[in-house]
């Protein structure tokens, strides 16, 4: 059966400071992968997706920026935080082989505060 | 992607049925109808997706008017695991990636 990893779980870090976090898939091979951001109180927002390795769309301007290194890997980074990227962030994933209507699954996710 | 108006929040009793509404007024021909639910403090689970006629599965039913319009998820049972923000999300289905585009959805509380 298929997981999706993300950690780490919980990130306090300063305003400025660099980000780095990580999704993976297990049990599935060319997923699409996207990444998600929930302000407190408010809808999922979708930041990132790519349908292949180093293959990444950006659906919003902002200071953050993806990577997918490997098949089954995302990467969300920020080269400096601001207090505005605060949020919970969710990877997900979706099966990329079999048409336009598959579910999306999604991570356990990562509640950041920027201080 | 079509845009979809919910209701911020509905009250439900426990282990009555719940309708959820949601209005799509610009729909197009390739959209999809897409439920899903967020608990607190997790991530969306899908719930049911639906073209044109309405749909069954082992968490929910989709109703989906004529007109493609509105659609309308029951909830038969309402359970106190059923309390989670349920959204409806339009996605056109010649789109490659699976993009969702969440709105904020509708809070249910399932009232003991």
């Known amino acids: 059966s298929q997981t999706i990893h993300q950690w780490p779980a919980t990130l306090v870090q300063p305003v400025g400071s660099p980000l780095s976090l990580e999704c993976t898939v297990e049990?599935?091979?060319?997923?699409?992968l996207y990444w998600y951001r929930q302000a407190a109180g408010r809808g999922l927002q979708l930041l990132f997706y790519?349908?292949?390795?180093?293959?990444i769309s950006s659906e919003v301007p902002q200071n953050l920026s993806a990577s997918r290194p490997q098949d089954r890997q995302f990467i969300l980074s920020s080269k400096k935080l601001l207090l505005s990227d605060s949020g919970f962030y969710l990877c997900?994933?979706?099966?990329?082989?079999?048409?336009?209507?598959?579910?999306?699954?999604f991570g356990p996710g990562t509640r950041l505060t920027v201080l | 992607d079509a845009k979809t108006t919910q209701p911020n929040s509905m009250e439900s009793n426990e282990e009555e049925p719940v309708h959820l509404p949601c209005n799509h007024s610009?729909?197009?021909?390739?959209?999809?109808i897409h439920w899903y639910r967020q608990l607190p403090s997790q991530g969306p689970e899908y719930v049911i997706h639906?073209?044109?006629s309405n749909v069954n599965n082992r968490m929910a039913s989709l109703a989906i008017a004529e007109d493609r319009k509105s659609s309308t998820l029951i909830l038969h049972r309402a359970t106190l695991r059923d309390a989670a923000v349920y959204y409806c999300?339009?996605?056109?289905?010649?789109?490659?990636?699976?993009?969702?585009?969440f709105g904020t959805g509708t809070r249910l509380t399932v009232i003991p």
């Open positions: 999300i339009l996605r056109d289905g010649w789109t490659g990636a699976n993009n969702l585009f």
């Open positions: 790519s349908v292949g390795i180093g293959q």
């Open positions: 639906g073209l044109t």
């Open positions: 049990g599935t091979s060319n997923p699409n």
């Open positions: 610009t729909i197009s021909g390739t959209d999809y």
């Open positions: 997900a994933w979706s099966d990329g082989s079999t048409g336009a209507n598959n579910e999306q699954f």
